[in-house]
Each structure stands twice: as structure tokens, then as C-alpha cells.
């Protein structure tokens, strides 16, 4: 049931999503319509990023180290949220902490690809979605956001789940054993 989810409603929602962008660009939609667009693409967000969770061995196999991590980040955000509610300091630098979690996803993914011996593309794909993760993290850091990055990342990602779709699909049908 949770694939078919993942199958249809990923691929549903992407391909809502590209209409709209494509009749958003050209001004075909009006504020509601753009809006349910948005909707759908944040669901369809929303269930990839479950979907690559779930499905990565990757995940499966650091777990205990991501927890650790995601663990410490959101410790430094409550307690920065804290200094600001009673008033004794503010920062403003959440930037910062989401630069702080995408290095530490590099540093744990780097040694993992390291150490698979048997790379695939879609490996090579996912390494190049978590540097560009890096650079543009280190690059809002630093005050320079070129918005090129943010659509070339952006479209890493969407590789990255069609692919891992596709080798789910695979996996269901017998005909590979691997799941990047």
C-alpha cells in the first residue's frame, strides 16, 4: 500500500506541479488556482521526503547517527528560541544551523560512499545533491544566494526521487535486488 502511495502520488504530484509552474510562467493562473498548486506541490514534497527516508539504506544504515544530529540541531533551536522568549538574547542566525546540518549530512555521506563498493549513477547523484546542499548552505552563510543554485538543487533532488522510484519499481518486480 505505502509504495503505491509513494509510485502514484509522487508522480501525480510532480506532474500537477509542472503544469502549473508551466501555466504559472505564462500567467494562466489565477491567485487561487496558484495557490492549489503550491498545495499540492508541498505534498508532493512532503511524501518524497518520506519516501526517501523510508527507502534509503542509507538512512537505515546511519540512523543512529542522523538522530544524534537532527537531536543537537534542534536542541540549538529550542534553546535559541529560549534566549529569545525570556528576553536575554536573540540570534538571528538560523542560517547557520541548517548550514551546520548539511555539513554534518556530508561528512556522514562521504565515508558511506566511500565504502559502497558497488557505485550506481543514481550514487553519484545523490552525492552531487548533497554538496550542492553544502555550497548553497556555506553560500546563504556568506550572503550570496544565487537563485540558479536553488533550481539546479532543486532539480537534483527530483532525480534523485524519480530515480529511486524507478529502482523501487524494480525491486517489487524481481528484477534487481538493490534499492540506492
Known amino acids: ?22 501555466f504559472l510562467k505564462t500567467d494562466l493562473l489565477t491567485e487561487n488556482q496558484t ?3 503550491n498545495i499540492i506541490y508541498k505534498i508532493t514534497l ?10 534509503s539504506l542509507f538512512i537505515k544504515e546511519k540512523f543512529n547517527q542522523i538522530l544524534k544530529v537532527v537531536g543537537i540541531i534542534f536542541l540549538l533551536i529550542l534553546s ?14 538560523k542560517i547557520i544551523i541548517s548550514f551546520i546540518l548539511f555539513c554534518s549530512l556530508l561528512v556522514m555521506y562521504i565515508p558511506y560512499f566511500k565504502k559502497k563498493e558497488n557505485k550506481k549513477q543514481l550514487d553519484y547523484l545523490k552525492l ?3 554538496i550542492l546542499l553544502f555550497v548553497g ?7 550570496i544566494s544565487p537563485i540558479n543554485l ?9 532525480i534523485v526521487v524519480i530515480g529511486m522510484l524507478y529502482l523501487n519499481q524494480e525491486n517489487e518486480n524481481g528484477i534487481k535486488k538493490y534499492v540506492g
Open 1 to 22: 500500500m505505502n509504495n503505491k502511495i509513494f509510485k502514484y502520488g509522487i508522480t501525480i504530484g510532480l506532474i500537477i506541479s509542472i503544469i502549473g509552474l508551466v
Open 35 to 37: 495557490n492549489i498548486v
Open 46 to 55: 512532503i511524501l518524497s521526503t518520506i519516501f526517501i527516508l523510508t527507502k
Open 80 to 93: 535559541m528560541n529560549l534566549l529569545k522568549e525570556f528576553g536575554i538574547y536573540e540570534i538571528k542566525s
Open 128 to 130: 552531487g545533491f548533497v
Open 137 to 143: 548552505g556555506f553560500l546563504n552563510v556568506m550572503n
Open 150 to 158: 536553488k533550481y539546479i538543487s532543486g532539480s537534483v533532488f527530483w
